[in-house]
């Protein structure tokens, strides 16, 4: 099974430390590396600096960490275009520091993830070099698609899909003979090609590329755009002018198409032949959480990013409503559930929450920031308490805002760069995180870092909050803590509503005997509940006031109660 290249190390595997089924319950930690830890003082985070931050997050109390690309790549798109993917990029060090991290990670019982981005390559990828290359003819161009124009000369794009990041979803080719010649498709930056999957040389090098990295002992993978692999037969034009809405919300010939499922169960059959529990996690953007449920059936994947909980507004009928549905939707094919409110695409929720409601997930402005982190902090200490997965991204254990105000010239975000696209402001949540109070960079590296970091950002380093009573470093620790060893929160798959006020979510868990209630008041005023219990912890100083049989709940705050029996 294993084969090994020249400069391939030998596998280091995790057993089963944490017993059978560890990711059910896991908290994974999202590394965006180029902005985790520099190592070598160049201003952009590398491989090596996340092996010296191993520590820290074992520390922190999570069980998984989550990769973004660190593969061969031009860095079109933050490096989710690929050139290499048996290679690391030279920015982030090479396949020996990879295998190091592997290894360090498993020492200390920490799962890596990595992330696959099979929808398309980087525009520099040997196949799409060589298509191009070698003119129309090339039988490298059905690894893709290609397609002639419409109209007199060709000179309109083959149909009417727009790329997510704005624009046509197809750029003209010139032949070598300097002509203008076929168009490609490319649902996201013209640098990123669609792989055609129908192309059976697309499939064998996928699976390939799967067991390079299962034998270099990785313990899963995130899949990028699960949702676009298959295209509908014929490439049908959408006939809407209005991509934008109804992405979400519709099938659409390029997303969720069913044909995806046959490649994941394929997939899944090759991570099973490999010793420990290996996973594979769905970026899968679909109109409902059950046709998310479809991509996690027992013989697909494990588990997929709940991005309906991800868009929720703060507000108890809104969380409410999408955390039964996400429970009831998983519950039939038996995957857990996931929670995630933040990660290197969307504005930091800590910002999202600091604004007004109905702003999606990109935000420009920063709100109110001392509402925006409170409410943070009781949407995490929620989320956290509901059984199944989390996902958390970089620093927001540190409450980190978004980054509203980088200027123009310094963005990298290919999508602000195109007009009407659907992102555009990712740069500001993927700006290097702040580990000391002072020091170059804050401690990210000893060499300036790409994204400027804001004027006090040391005020929120982990230097800062380590061993802060009340800070949000330490609120994360804590309730780590508590979710893995007190209550075992992330077990099972439903939770038990009580009765409460209007703004209020109040919900029982049960675990080995001991019962747990969470309440959070997401209103603007302070509510009366019943004293459920012991206080185990709160979202904020002064969250709850205990009185004579009755309990005070302060607006935006979350509260975990330990009681007596379930
Ligand atoms: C996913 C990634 C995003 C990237 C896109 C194209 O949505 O999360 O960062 O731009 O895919 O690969």
Redesign the pocket.
């Known amino acids: 099974m294993s084969q090994h290249t020249a400069d391939q190390p030998q596998t280091s595997t995790l057993a089963a430390a944490t017993g059978p089924d560890w990711w059910r319950d896991a908290v994974i930690y999202q590394v965006y590396p180029r902005s985790f830890a520099d190592s070598n003082a160049d201003g952009m985070g590398d491989l090596e600096g996340v092996r010296s931050r191993l520590p820290y997050l074992r520390d922190l109390g999570v069980d998984a960490v989550w990769l973004?690309p660190f593969y061969a790549s031009p860095q079109a798109?933050?490096g989710?275009?690929v050139a290499d993917y048996r290679a690391v990029d030279p920015m982030f060090g090479n396949l020996l520091d990879a295998d190091a991290l592997i290894r360090d990670a498993h020492a200390l019982d920490l799962r890596i993830i990595v992330d696959l981005?099979p929808?398309?390559s980087s525009d520099q990828y040997e196949w799409f070099r060589r298509a191009l290359a070698e003119g129309p003819a090339s039988p490298l161009r059905e690894r893709y698609h290609f397609r002639p124009g419409r109209g007199a000369d060709g000179e309109l794009p083959p149909n009417d899909w727009e790329s997510?990041?704005g624009g046509p979803a197809w750029t003209r080719t010139t032949d070598p003979d300097g002509t203008p010649g076929d168009w490609y498709l490319h649902l996201?930056a013209p640098e990123?090609p669609d792989f055609n999957w129908d192309h059976p040389a697309v499939g064998d090098e996928f699976r390939s590329i799967l067991r390079f990295w299962l034998d270099m002992g990785v313990d899963g993978f995130r899949i990028?755009?699960a949702h676009g692999l298959v295209k509908a037969p014929g490439l049908p034009d959408l006939g809407s002018h209005d991509q934008v809405r109804l992405l979400g919300n519709d099938v659409m010939p390029f997303f969720d198409q069913d044909g995806v499922h046959a490649i994941y169960r394929a997939w899944r059959g090759i991570l099973d032949e490999y010793a420990g529990e290996r996973i594979f996690v769905a970026?899968a953007w679909t109109p409902t959480v059950e046709r998310t449920a479809l991509y996690v059936r027992p013989d697909e994947l494990h588990q997929a990013f709940n991005f309906q909980y991800l868009s929720a507004a703060w507000g108890a009928a809104e969380l409410r409503d999408v955390i039964d549905r996400s429970l009831d939707s998983m519950r039939p094919v038996g995957a857990p559930a996931t929670w995630v409110l933040s990660?290197?695409?969307v504005t930091r929720h800590a910002t999202r929450f600091a604004n007004p409601p109905g702003l999606g997930t990109q935000i420009r402005t920063a709100g109110d920031r001392d509402l925006g982190l409170r409410r943070a902090r009781a949407a995490t200490l929620l989320m956290l308490a509901l059984p199944g997965s989390a996902y958390v991204y970089q620093g927001e254990e540190l409450g980190l805002p978004d980054v509203v105000d980088l200027p123009d010239e310094v963005r990298q975000d290919?999508?602000f760069f195109r007009a009407a696209g659907q992102?555009g402001f990712?740069d500001g949540c993927r700006v290097p995180i702040p580990w000391t109070v002072d020091g170059s960079s804050y401690g990210f590296g000893g060499g300036g870092s790409w994204l400027p970091q804001p004027e006090g950002w040391g005020e929120l380093s982990v230097q800062a909050q380590t061993g802060v009573e009340g800070s949000t470093l330490e609120l994360y620790r804590a309730a780590f803590a508590v979710r893995r060893s007190h209550a075992a929160l992330g077990a099972g798959d439903s939770v038990v509503w009580l009765d409460a006020p209007a703004d209020v979510l109040a919900f029982r868990r049960e675990s080995g005997g001991a019962g747990f209630v969470c309440t959070s008041n997401t209103g603007d005023s302070v509510v009366r509940v019943p004293v459920y219990g012991d206080v185990v912890l709160a979202s904020a100083e002064g969250a709850v006031v205990l009185a004579d049989g009755f309990a005070e709940l302060a607006p935006d705050t979350t509260v975990w109660w330990s009681t007596a029996s379930a």
């Open positions: 973004s798109d933050g989710y275009d981005v929808n398309h997510i990041f996201f990123q990028d755009v970026e990660n290197h695409d290919p999508s992102d990712r």
